[in-house]
């Protein structure tokens, strides 16, 4: 919760990774919850492969879908100040290091959840006749020590999450 080193709490992640012919196309959902008893901004921060391509991203508040568009670093942040300012909800997202991406969600309505959906796609990493996948859980994962000065580091810790995994192979093995 910004301003107050609250985390809003994670409510469920589940991923969905569809293996095609050495391409794995992984969908992460996330669902947070606002328990605080009025509206807030908050900053959802994950990780992806550094060499995976995002390729859809929405959020879903109060059954309203906010679908990602690609625009300028200053266009996106522009347009989502302006839709604060009007008292609206907008989302933003930004990735603050190579494989590190940042949601900042405004307005969100005390009791709301709200749905993250994140679709990228990576090949699969070969070791002989298998296939190897790595999905990123953490900032760690991705860097090991984190790169950002420790004025600028990511909150982390928490209690342990768990998260639902389908994974389906459409052609191969």
């Not at 060499?51 to 859809?56: G, K, P, S, V």
């Not at 679908?67 to 604060?84: G, N």
């Not at 002989?128 to 900032?139: E, F, N, Q, Y």
Request: with cysteine; charged share 20%; glycine share 10%.
């Amino acid at each position: 919760t910004a301003g107050s080193g609250r985390p809003m709490p994670l409510v469920s992640t589940a991923y969905d990774v569809t293996l095609d012919a050495g391409l794995a196309v992984v969908t992460t959902r996330r669902i947070f919850r606002n328990d605080e008893q009025s509206s807030i901004e908050a900053t959802i921060t994950f990780p992806l492969p550094v060499h995976a391509t995002l390729f859809a991203l929405e959020a879903c508040i109060d059954g309203r879908i906010l679908k990602a568009q690609s625009r300028s670093r200053t266009a996106a942040r522009a347009s989502y100040e302006d839709a604060l300012d009007r008292g609206k909800s907008a989302v933003l997202h930004e990735e603050v290091l190579r494989g590190v991406h940042m949601l900042s969600v405004g307005h969100i309505a005390p009791g709301t959840e709200i749905q993250i959906s994140a679709v990228w796609g990576l090949t699969l990493t070969f070791a002989g006749d298998k296939g190897h996948l790595r999905i990123p859980l953490t900032v760690g994962d991705v860097y090991g020590c984190s790169p950002l000065a420790e004025s600028d580091d990511l909150i982390h810790g928490g209690p342990i999450e768990t998260a639902a995994l389908s994974v389906t192979c459409t052609s191969g093995s």
